[in-house]
């Protein structure tokens, strides 16, 4: 997966986060390869950040000019 950036280059993954989901998701990802593995959980970890940096999205900033 390129995600324009190398596992190595983000903070030290410390935390545990919990998701639910279905359990026929949960059989497939159990047959994932460990390749295919590492790849979910980049795709995980850049789902989040973009969901965050979203929530914080003001179109004002960018559509109206602050010297009026």
Same mark, same amino acid.
């Given at each position: 997966? !390129? @995600?324009? *950036? ?10 545990? $986060?919990?998701?639910? =989901?279905?359990? =026929?998701? /949960?059989?497939? =990802? &159990?047959?994932l #390869?460990?390749?295919?593995? /590492?790849?979910?959980?980049? !795709? @995980?970890? @850049?789902? =989040? !950040? /973009?969901?965050?940096? %979203? #929530? +914080? $999205? %003001?179109? @004002?900033? *960018?559509? +109206? #000019?602050?010297? &009026?």
């Open positions: 997966m !390129a @995600v324009g *950036y190398e596992l190595g280059d983000i903070d030290k993954l410390t935390e545990m $986060f919990s998701i639910r =989901i279905p359990e =026929i998701l /949960k059989v497939e =990802i &159990d047959r #390869s460990p390749q295919a593995k /590492k790849d979910l959980n980049a !795709a @995980v970890l @850049v789902t =989040i !950040a /973009k969901v965050i940096h %979203d #929530s +914080k $999205f %003001d179109p @004002v900033l *960018y559509l +109206k #000019s602050t010297t &009026d």
